[in-house]
């Protein structure tokens, strides 16, 4: 298995486990190499992003995920897509967001003011427990979650044409 930057490396603890949260960040990073529109994925590494988070661009659309531990044994993959940015805070908000939710199978769709209030970013949320996720099904439920925030980037691409 090909290690990406920021994999653990023998961070072990005194048992000999490999920190949890480093082992599952390094397993998502690898899922998405292969389907990010991004030539690299950027590195899990701590240092090189601030907050240990994966990001990446699907669908045209930026996007981070961040593992957290809850509880022992309980890590978490909490995923992150900017959906549309700078989107005019009007009366086709509420529509567009309600076509866009159709089209998200997972997720929450939510529009966060910008500014005075006059424009919304539309970001896309999901967090799933990812300990005990073998490669294959994290793989899986991490496209349906981005499957679903590049069709919700389209029912906003009609706004720019």
Known sequence: MSRLP???EGSEDGGGHVDAVARLRGRVARALASVADDAE??????ESN???????HFGGA???????QI?????MVSV??????DVPDDERLGALLAAARERAQFGT??????????????????????????????RTLLLLVLGGAAE??????????
Do not use: I, K, M, N
């Not at 919700?152 to 044409?161: D, I, N, Q, S, T």
């Open 152 to 161: 919700a980037r389209a029912v906003f691409a009609a706004l720019g044409e």
């Open 71 to 75: 509880a022992d044994g309980l890590e």
């Open 80 to 85: 992150t897509c900017v959906v549309a940015w």
């Open 109 to 138: 769709l939510r529009a966060v003011a910008q500014g005075g209030g006059d424009s919304a970013d539309v970001v896309l949320q999901y967090a799933f427990p990812g300990s005990g996720l073998a490669d294959e099904p994290l």
């Open 62 to 68: 930026p996007c981070a995920v961040h593992v957290a």
């Open 50 to 56: 601030g907050d240990g988070s994966v990001s990446f």
């Open 41 to 46: 994925v950027q590195s899990p590494a701590r």
């Open 6 to 8: 920021g994999d653990p």
